[in-house]
């Protein structure tokens, strides 16, 4: 009976250290942990589902390699003793890959002179697989005692969040004269990536001399991205409090879009590179936990064809793409739907076409006819004739006509169209959107509109007036598998929210059972087809 109690005092102390913030014990906020975000790192090796190793494979999934002379390399990720270890490491046997850093003409491995394995510093990066928006996240970690930083952060559409970025020692000699107070700084930096932003922009970056070698011991370190304001932490301490009003005021707050966690170690050339004698032994940045707290749990996916992106797409956190000065924008200024919507603003002169693509292979529709509509708002001082969507994969240029668009107002276009062949699914040339204005359909010297929930084939629209044959789909919401019901049979197809055609199956049976391991979770329409009827069900697969 006692050793029961005593089981059962250590079991709520447990859950209570592990469920709360430290820097809110008593959970006063209600945060609720996102369990796909957070990790304990107890299991002995790195959890693929939520994580994934920046040069696994060769694979940097197009982000980036590390900060040259540095190179992310998988080995040096490991987790060991309930923790994940980040390693730098002098590797003078590694076969660098043969490029430059773009912003500081630094050869992986090198110097700005030559690709000469003369700095040859591996080092290591995992980011999380999973987005979501707004929180607090902690993590308990001890920086690395060496030449190179730990880091903490998060990158979303046109912003980064630098929570941790701490430079845990001076190199041997301390090459660059920098001061000892390097080595007792928390470090806490809002970047902006806004192709607009002006040539003098001033990121919010703020340090901290924590009175104490930061790399000596583990700290809890603590961060609050709130819609309204951010918080940072040490050791459950309030550090800063800042809020979205002050960071407005300097155009610094671009962090409304859900952001991707990164966990990883660089050099900062700045400070002074590591040589040969500071890694010795290899540097070890230690993370005990990353924890996500969020009010509402938002980690699912995003909507690409409602502009809520970055969106996870075949392995990629991606988005909407364009050149920067083709004035085509996510925006949260009028979402028809969600967060955002797409923006399109600039001024006279207009010169050639202005084009903001959706990834490779991301629309996947069946040949024959399919219809699009979406929604578009234009300003009152705004004369745009025509704007064109072009798909990519077979390709075919769907023209809108916008000459007769009321102003000031969402107003939503469609359009039918038929294509001989489906969708090609390929990642680097498949089906994809295009979204095209060209200066000669600009009547005026200024344009401002705004695009948002773009459907293909909506079958939400048709579900009664041609909801003629009886189905019936149980379980649902489903886990493991659903059936499917009906005396009639025919033909089944699965589209997602957005409209895209998921699965087709075949029913030949009175009762049908389907597995759902190929279906993310989430809500889908399922139509049943047979012969010219058809009826439609909305399907939970959690
Ligand atoms: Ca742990
Ligand atoms: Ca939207």
């Not at 002050?246 to 859900?258: F, G, M, R, S, T």
Request: proline residues 4%; contains cysteine.
């Amino acid at each position: 009976m006692r050793i029961f109690f005593t089981f059962l005092v250590l079991g709520i102390t447990f859950q209570i250290v592990s469920q709360n913030p430290v820097s809110d014990a008593a959970n006063n906020a209600g945060w609720i942990l996102n369990s796909e975000m957070s990790d304990e790192f107890n299991d002995g090796e790195l959890d693929k589902s939520k994580w994934w190793i920046l040069g696994e494979n060769n694979d940097y999934r197009h982000k980036w390699k590390g900060r040259a002379p540095g190179q992310y390399v998988p080995h040096n990720v490991k987790v060991e003793n309930g923790e994940l270890v980040l390693m730098s490491q002098w590797e003078p046997n590694y076969n660098f890959v043969n490029e430059k850093h773009n912003e500081s003409g630094v050869w992986y491995g090198g110097t700005t002179a030559a690709a000469d394995n003369s700095k040859p510093i591996t080092q290591s990066c995992i980011m999380s697989e999973k987005f979501f928006k707004y929180g607090y996240m902690e993590i308990r970690a001890k920086i690395a005692d060496a030449p190179v930083t730990s880091a903490f952060w998060t990158t979303g559409y046109h912003s980064e969040i630098d929570m941790v970025e701490n430079y845990g020692k001076r190199p041997i000699g301390n090459p660059r004269n920098t001061s000892s107070v390097i080595e007792r700084k928390q470090r806490t930096n809002l970047i902006s990536w806004d192709p607009d932003r002006p040539s003098n922009h001033q990121n919010w970056k703020v340090e901290n001399n924590m009175g104490v070698r930061l790399a000596e011991n583990y700290h809890v370190y603590g961060f609050e991205w709130d819609k309204d304001y951010i918080k940072t932490y040490v050791d459950g301490v309030l550090l800063r409090h800042v809020t979205r009003q002050e960071l407005e005021a300097n155009n610094q707050w671009k962090h409304d879009a859900p952001q991707e966690l990164w966990l990883d170690a660089e050099v900062f050339y700045w400070y002074g590179l590591p040589s040969a004698s500071d890694l010795v032994n290899p540097a070890e940045f230690k993370i005990d936990y990353v924890r996500i707290w969020q009010k509402e749990i938002n980690s699912g996916d995003f909507n690409a064809l409602g502009f809520e992106g970055p969106f996870h797409f075949q392995g990629r956190s991606i988005n909407w793409w364009n050149s920067g000065n083709v004035k085509w924008r996510l925006k949260t200024e009028k979402p028809a739907s969600g967060d955002f919507s797409l923006r399109f603003q600039d001024q006279a002169p207009f010169s050639g076409n202005y084009s903001t693509f959706s990834p490779f292979g991301s629309l996947n529709l069946p040949a024959g006819s399919n219809s699009v509509k979406f929604k578009i708002w234009m300003d009152e001082n705004t004369a745009v004739d025509q704007l064109e969507m072009i798909l990519n994969k077979p390709y075919i240029n769907l023209k809108f006509d916008l000459t007769n668009i009321q102003k000031g107002q969402w107003v939503e276009i469609s359009k039918t169209f038929s294509r001989n062949t489906a969708s090609s699914s390929s990642l680097t040339n498949g089906d994809r959107i295009q979204l095209r204005l060209r200066s000669e359909n600009i009547k005026r010297n200024q344009v401002k509109m705004y695009i948002d929930d773009i459907v293909f084939n909506d079958t939400t629209a048709s579900t009664q007036s041609l909801d003629t044959i009886d189905f019936s789909i149980f379980p649902n919401p489903a886990q493991n598998f659903f059936k499917v019901n009906s005396v009639e049979n025919g033909k089944l197809q699965l589209y997602n929210l957005s409209g895209t055609l998921i699965k087709t199956i075949y029913k030949t049976d009175t009762l049908l059972e389907v597995p759902t391991q190929n279906l993310s979770q989430g809500v889908y329409m399922v139509k049943f087809i047979v012969g010219n009827k058809q009826s439609i069900r909305k399907l939970v697969v959690q």
